[in-house]
């Protein structure tokens, strides 16, 4: 079985990506690491136990990463993550508090242990800030390069972005990060907004899981609906919340659910189109480019694949 490896900012999307992934029985979900974006990193590591253990998983264990962007001392959450996401990253669901597993090892060290041990057999599926990748590669990037492939969901190429005309949240958190991992030759997968803004979910959808009456399914289904009334609020021109990040995981398992187009990337780092992604200037004769971006996506497979995976796990 596949090994993947979950590197998120644990808010609802995220939540989405996880039970996507233990709903996959293509791949083995080996671990998270966390980093702060929707949230601190700390409460990323507790709403992912806790995640973990309302879906039964309680025993993948969960590595604490990046507090804060390579170039900043600290971090706080902007307002905009709390109306999106709640208080708490999980929209204020109050979930039962989890038994921490306990890992000590950092989540740069468990990703660079597990590129050794497993190689081309391991995925990393990141959807929050790239810094804990971007820390990796400043630490070892040969043993990064073991990794069989990462799929991000961050950045927008032919599309405008969501936190500023130019930029995608992920990316806008730390345009270094984005940058330097862009640059580092590793296979990298750009899930962005370009065709996460075209697998929408309602709240008919969430009715669906309600109506299954599970815990895990009720608390999903409000979870949910509380992401789906931050985006009537914030972007009314969609009919439903974006699955952002649970698409990245799709995306990793199945390839063929979008189109890509081969592009040597990078990531502004100053001025008002600071956090943008586009193809690099300097690296356009350059036919090695390993970075995919993903520009169209087949929406009626995947949120098909979307409900039946995550409703026989709720
Ligand atoms: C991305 O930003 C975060 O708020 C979401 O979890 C997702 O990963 C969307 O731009
Ligand atoms: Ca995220």
Not at 21 to 34: F, Y
Not at 121 to 132: F, H, Q, S, Y
Not at 185 to 211: H, I, Q, Y
Request: proline content about 5%; charged content about 15%; glycine content about 8%.
């Amino acid at each position: 079985q596949h090994k993947m490896i979950l590197d998120l900012d644990t808010g609802i999307d995220d939540a989405l990506a996880i039970a996507y992934a233990l709903g996959s029985p293509e791949i083995e979900l080996i671990g998270i690491t966390s980093e702060y974006g929707n949230v601190l990193t700390e409460r990323s590591v507790v709403n992912s136990q806790q995640i973990l253990n309302l879906l039964q998983h309680p025993a993948v264990p969960v590595y604490q990463g990046a507090g804060h962007a390579l170039n900043q001392s600290d971090f706080s959450v902007l307002p905009i993550s709390a109306e999106i996401h709640g208080q708490d990253g999980v929209g204020d669901i109050h979930l039962q508090q989890a038994v921490p597993t306990g890992e000590t090892e950092s989540a740069v060290d468990f990703l660079l242990t597990a590129c050794q041990q497993y190689g081309s057999d391991l995925t990393i599926v990141a959807t929050g800030p790239m810094t804990n990748l971007a820390l990796a590669i400043q630490k070892d990037l040969p043993t990064l390069q073991k990794v069989g492939q990462i799929v991000i969901m961050g950045g927008a190429l032919t599309v405008a972005g969501n936190v500023s005309p130019f930029a995608e949240a992920n990316i806008n958190q730390d345009p270094e990060a984005a940058d330097l991992l862009f640059k580092s030759g590793l296979p990298v997968t750009m899930v962005g907004l370009d065709v996460t803004l075209r697998t929408l979910f309602t709240k008919a959808d969430t009715a669906e899981w309600r109506a299954i009456g599970t815990e895990a399914a009720i608390k999903y289904a409000d979870m949910v609906d509380y992401y789906i009334k931050a985006y009537e609020v914030t972007s009314p021109h969609l009919h439903g919340c974006a699955l952002h990040d649970p698409l990245a995981v799709a995306v990793a398992i199945d390839p063929s659910l979008v189109t890509t187009f081969p592009l040597n990337l990078t990531t502004e780092t100053t001025g008002p189109s600071r956090g943008r992604t586009i193809g690099d200037n300097l690296r356009l004769e350059d036919s090695t480019t390993r970075t995919q971006v993903c520009v169209q996506v087949d929406t009626p497979r995947f949120l098909n694949e979307f409900k039946t995976r995550i409703g026989q796990l709720l």
